[in-house]
């Protein structure tokens, strides 16, 4: 599966922005879709990730202010950004995740888009 991320750019701190993370394939046999960032200087994070059940998690730092969601119909997984703050700032990367039965996870990835919020 090929993912391409988009809806990346220049905010202000305080304004919104939406990813969006298009498949080439179905997303309904993942277990998990999922975004990452990584900052300049920093290591690569999970953001936010939602389950095939469409259960979500966060991470603390964007709790409240981020949301998944996921749209099988059209392959297509979203991250809805609100209240963007400076420290946002970083490439965001889309994420698909398939758990084998011997407990492997693969991953996929796309390219990331980048995302950045001006204080």
Do not use: H
């Amino acid at each position: 599966v090929q993912l391409q991320a988009s809806g990346g750019g220049l905010v202000q701190a305080g304004g919104s922005l939406r990813l969006s993370c298009a498949a080439s394939g179905s997303i309904f046999r993942f277990d998990a879709m999922a975004w990452y960032r990584q900052a300049p200087g920093k290591q690569r994070e999970l953001v936010a990730v939602i389950g095939s059940g469409s259960s979500t998690n966060y991470a603390d730092s964007v709790k409240g202010r981020f949301t998944i969601s996921r749209d099988n119909a059209n392959n297509t997984v979203y991250l809805q950004m609100n209240s963007l703050k400076a420290e946002d700032t970083a490439v965001y990367y889309c994420n698909a995740q398939l758990f084998r039965s011997w407990g492997q996870r693969d991953d996929y990835w796309g390219q990331g888009t980048l995302v950045t919020v001006s204080s």
